[in-house]
């Protein structure tokens, strides 16, 4: 008997170390970002903003995409400050176009100790945010810079930490602005 506790406690611990595991993982952010090889990023010093996008591809707006689409715009406008970029008043010499969207994820895993006393969510659908962002070039309208990301979110609160965790990780591979002559 003292053998079958210890097991089923060490079972049990295990389990608890996958699921901390497999939560701490969820919080990341997934980023995929990149600069036209043709695009001559020297010449640019100023950006402003174009329209909004819609969701990215098999995401779609939610009651708080207006919301979160909000949010985003003085980020993204900070961020790019920081690598030296300066806002336009008009046109800028690049400009930035965003979109957010969301999407239910099913999680299916399996579980070596599958057993009916499990918790219920070891298999819980998640929902996942992407927020995509483009910036072009503001004279010929071409892409010149493209980053999109996913990370599960909560669908009912925006988390301001996480967009900024998010614009911080797209735009950190964005070039940073060539040092003004002299």
């Not at 970029?85 to 999407?103: C, E, L, N, Q, T």
């Not at 301001?160 to 040092?179: K, M, Q, W």
């Amino acid at each position: 008997m003292r053998t079958y506790r210890a097991a089923s406690q060490g079972l049990i611990l295990a389990a608890i170390a996958v699921a901390v595991a497999i939560s701490s993982c969820a919080e990341g952010v997934v980023v995929h970002t990149a600069a036209n090889p043709g695009a001559s990023f020297e010449q640019y010093r100023s950006f402003s903003f174009g329209p909004a996008e819609g969701p990215p591809g098999g995401y779609h707006m939610s009651a708080r995409s207006q919301e979160v689409q909000r949010r985003l715009q003085p980020v993204i406008a900070s961020t790019l400050q920081q690598r030296g970029y300066a806002p336009a008043s008009g046109k800028g010499d690049f400009f930035i176009m965003y979109g957010s969207g969301r999407r239910e994820v099913a999680r299916h895993e399996e579980s070596a100790v599958a057993d009916e006393w499990l918790p219920d969510d070891e298999s819980a659908d998640f929902v996942e945010g992407s927020v995509v962002i483009d910036a072009f070039d503001g004279a010929t309208g071409r892409r010149i810079w493209h980053g999109a990301s996913q990370a599960q979110i909560d669908p009912d609160h925006v988390d301001d930490g996480l967009l900024g965790r998010t614009v911080g990780a797209l735009l950190g591979s964005f070039p940073r602005a060539a040092p003004r002559a002299q």
